[in-house]
Structures are given as structure tokens and as C-alpha cells.
């Protein structure tokens, strides 16, 4: 089912700051560096083959990004595997009893593609997330 590892979220306290440290430290620039106000969150992204990493700075610590990263401190948020035909797969996910975090079982991305959550309670604790791929 899975094609490739699609993206990784990682929560930061600083995304400005994590840019400056992956190019001090790797040599890495990023591909983009955005702030998504209508989402509250600022993302530095990197390419890494096929893989997009993203640093990802949660704007308001209310939302559950800022408390997630409270209350776990930095780290993956979720690891995003790509798939062909996500309607199907998050519809197929759902019958099999995972709940999903997308009202209808999809959601659309801050970069525009679509996307599947389960619910970590539904997955044995771990951040799976689907991406059209």
C-alpha cells in the first residue's frame, strides 16, 4: 500500500532557528519557508529524495500542535506515507474500525494535497498519516 515515506512532521519551538542550525550544521537549506496564519503554524520544509521534511513551528500553543509540542517537547507529529487512490485507502481504514481525524476521512494539506490521520488511540499509539502520492 505505502509508495514512499510521503513527509515527516517535526514540532519545533523555533523554525527560524532550526533553518539556521540544519545549514550550520548540514549545509541544508530548505525549499520553503512559509507561515499558514489560517492554520497557526510556520513550516520549513526540506527535500530529502522523495521525502519532504518539515520543521514545523506551531503559532499558537492552544492549538493542538502547541500543546502537543507542551506537553512532548520536539519531535515527530506525524509520519505521512504516500498512496494512490486516498479516498479509497481512508474509506477502506475506516471499515476496518480506525478513526480518522478529517471530517469525511479526508483533508486537505497546507500544500494542497490530500490527506488521511488516524487517530494515534486507533493505531497503536503511533502518527500515521496518508498523502496522495
Known amino acids: 500500500m505505502f509508495k514512499f515515506v510521503h513527509h515527516?512532521?517535526?514540532?519545533?519551538?523555533?523554525?527560524?532557528?532550526?533553518?539556521?542550525?540544519?545549514?550550520?550544521?548540514?549545509?541544508?537549506?530548505?525549499?520553503?519557508?512559509?507561515?499558514?496564519?489560517?492554520?497557526g503554524m510556520k513550516n520549513a520544509i526540506y527535500q530529502v529524495g522523495e521525502t519532504n521534511l518539515e520543521f514545523t513551528e506551531p503559532l499558537d500553543a492552544n492549538?493542538?500542535?502547541?500543546?502537543?509540542?507542551?506537553?512532548?517537547?520536539?519531535?515527530?507529529?506525524?509520519?505521512?506515507?504516500?498512496?494512490?487512490?486516498?479516498?479509497?485507502v481512508a474509506k477502506g481504514l475506516a471499515a476496518q474500525g480506525h478513526t480518522l481525524r478529517e471530517p469525511g476521512g479526508t483533508g486537505r494539506s497546507a500544500e494542497g494535497y490530500l490527506t488521511a490521520t488516524l487517530d494515534p488511540a486507533s493505531a497503536?499509539?503511533?502518527?500515521?498519516?496518508?498523502?496522495?502520492?
Open 8 to 39: 515527516v512532521r517535526i514540532l519545533v519551538h523555533d523554525a527560524d532557528a532550526m533553518v539556521q542550525y540544519m545549514a550550520q550544521t548540514f549545509a541544508m537549506t530548505p525549499v520553503k519557508v512559509q507561515v499558514y496564519e489560517s492554520r
Open 63 to 88: 492549538s493542538a500542535m502547541g500543546q502537543y509540542l507542551a506537553r512532548e517537547g520536539p519531535g515527530v507529529y506525524h509520519i505521512a506515507f504516500g498512496v494512490d487512490g486516498i479516498a479509497e
Open 124 to 133: 497503536l499509539g503511533f502518527p500515521f498519516q496518508v498523502a496522495e502520492g
